[in-house]
């Protein structure tokens, strides 16, 4: 079974500074996708980045971009010129490529939680 | 931009009661999900559905849960007979289908239902 594992419960960083969010997972599998989502105290979830696993290039949305370590199992999450609305959970989740028992099934990590200092 | 759409938003109930959460999917969407996030824990995947038919359930959508797409919009996810570790929040999310069903599309989340079970 694949896991996501985040092993920061909880990060800080200063306003207009830049943050990394950390991110392992296990898979037995070679195609698949990774994702970041925010969760604000609104708790909606909302879709931050996408990688798919074949792609060599590292995904990058605006401020945000990714490490993607495909022989670590790393997946880590880059703010830069971090902003107060970047205040967060940030969720990382893996979800196979589709076919197969597990179609579109997203397995979350236990998320960590952003603090941002005006 | 089109979004998915849950209501209620907030909803109270007695144990052992029946609830009923409602999603509207995003239109061109064809896949359609329910995740579940218990306050303070990570966000669990519940079912998948495809084509009227249940694609892909966890070991926590057993026979008190089910899912129900009873007109061209709504995409409902019951639960028969609720216990007090239903209290949760429940986000109803929906991808679009491609003609190549091996390509994994992202999940687009709704606000989500937040059910207290006294």
């Known amino acids: 079974a694949q896991t996501v594992t985040q092993s920061q419960p909880e990060m800080s960083v200063q306003e207009a500074e830049t943050v990394t969010l950390s991110c392992t997972y296990d898979t037995s599998e070679s195609d698949y996708y990774l994702f970041w989502y925010k969760q604000p105290p609104s708790r909606q979830m909302i879709l931050v980045i996408r990688?798919?696993?074949?792609?060599?290039q590292n995904a990058t949305e605006n401020r945000f971009s990714v490490n993607f370590q495909k022989a670590a199992k790393s997946f880590s999450l880059k703010i830069s010129d971090s902003q107060l609305g970047d205040a967060a959970m940030y969720f990382c989740?893996?979800?196979?490529?589709?076919?197969?028992?597990?179609?579109?099934?997203?397995?979350f990590g236990q998320g960590t939680i952003l603090t941002v200092h005006p | 931009e089109p979004e998915v759409t849950q209501t209620p938003s907030h909803q109270v109930t007695q144990m052992g009661q029946e609830v009923i959460l409602r999603c509207v999917p995003i239109?061109?969407?064809?896949?359609f999900y329910w995740y579940r996030q218990i306050l303070g824990q990570k966000v669990e995947f519940l079912v998948s559905?495809?084509?009227?038919?249940?694609?892909?359930k966890s070991e926590i959508f057993d026979d008190q849960f089910s899912v129900e797409r009873p007109d061209g919009s709504n995409f409902t996810l019951k639960i028969r007979s609720t216990k007090l570790e239903d209290s949760a929040m429940y986000f109803c999310?929906?991808?679009?289908?491609?003609?190549?069903?091996?390509?994994?599309?992202?999940?687009?989340f709704g606000p989500g239902t937040r059910l207290l079970v006294l």
């Open positions: 999310a929906s991808s679009e289908a491609l003609l190549n069903r091996l390509i994994q599309e992202t999940q687009y």
């Open positions: 559905f495809y084509n009227n038919e249940i694609s892909e």
């Open positions: 989740a893996y979800s196979p490529l589709g076919g197969g028992t597990s179609y579109g099934k997203l397995t």
């Open positions: 239109s061109n969407h064809l896949y």
């Open positions: 990688q798919e696993a074949y792609k060599q």
